[in-house]
């Protein structure tokens, strides 16, 4: 497993939640980010449906620590390529999102998807 596929430890996890402000302070960031962002990146329904599926209660806990790993990766102003540039910004996020996707899909539902949908005002 590679250094960019494997899950966050929770070390790690608690590191990313004292920089992001807890949990509240991830869910305020990214909404806040998604706001600034959400018409120039195409994966933003994934995006959405995986933070519902992080805050979900009923999400088993390994997947809301590789979701919220994947988040906190968006929210996070120091990644691998920086978000401002014109069509590689965003491809990192991209990259990392589809990876904790892809260790979890079966926990994204269709009433996350739907959430996604409706937050981001696209329909259903």
């Known amino acids: ?38 018409g120039k990146i195409p994966f933003a329904e994934d995006l959405v449906a995986a933070f519902y599926c992080a805050t979900d209660s009923g999400t088993p806990k390994r997947v809301r620590l590789i979701l919220m790993g994947a988040i906190a990766y968006f929210i996070l102003p120091t990644d691998a390529v920086s978000d401002f540039l014109p069509l590689l910004g965003f491809a990192d996020d991209a990259a990392v999102l589809a990876a904790a996707i892809t260790q979890v899909a079966g926990s994204i539902t269709e009433e996350h998807r739907a959430k996604a949908r409706q937050a981001l005002d696209i329909g259903t």
Do not use: N, Q, Y
């Not at 929770?10 to 806040?32: L, P, S």
């Open 1 to 38: 497993m590679s250094e960019f596929t494997r899950p966050f430890t929770k070390a790690e996890m608690d590191a990313i939640r004292r920089e992001t402000g807890g949990d509240e302070g991830v869910a305020r960031k990214f909404w806040a980010k998604l706001k600034r962002v959400g």
